[in-house]
Nanobody
Framework: VQLVESGGGLVQPGGSLRLSCAASGFTFSSYSMIWYRQAPGKERELVATISRAGSVTNYADSAKGRFTISRDNAKNTVYLQMNSLKPEDTAVYYC?????????WGQGTQVTVSS
């Protein structure tokens, strides 16, 4: 089982990034997918969730209107499009596959928003 995040990096305030999380080793379409993030010295926080078929999404207040979660079950990949990035979005971003019982974490990708 693997969840591999990519797409992080350094971006200026107001910029955009698209994170990807490629899944393998399990039935991706059977899992809800979640993006979390963890900033230095802070607890891990939920950013966005998407249902198994992609029909239902939810966002943290900090992400609403700026971030969009999506998935492509044919590619076993979940995405997080992040626009209008702020310095406070700086964190390690993790994807999480949730089904209940057999849940999986990715290794994380660093996002740094700085001028």
């Amino acid at each position: 089982v693997q969840l591999v995040e990519s797409g992080g990096g350094l971006v200026q305030p107001g910029g955009s990034l698209r994170l990807s999380c490629a899944a393998s080793g399990f039935t991706f379409s059977s899992y809800s997918m979640i993006w979390y993030r963890q900033a230095p010295g802070k607890e891990r926080e939920l950013v966005a969730t998407i249902s198994r078929a992609g029909s239902v999404t939810n966002y943290a207040d900090s992400a609403k209107g700026r971030f969009t979660i999506s998935r492509d079950n044919a590619k076993n990949t979940v995405y997080l499009q992040m626009n209008s990035l702020k310095p406070e979005d700086t964190a390690v971003y993790y994807c999480y596959a949730r089904r209940g019982g057999n849940d999986y974490w990715g290794q994380g990708t660093q996002v740094t928003v700085s001028s």
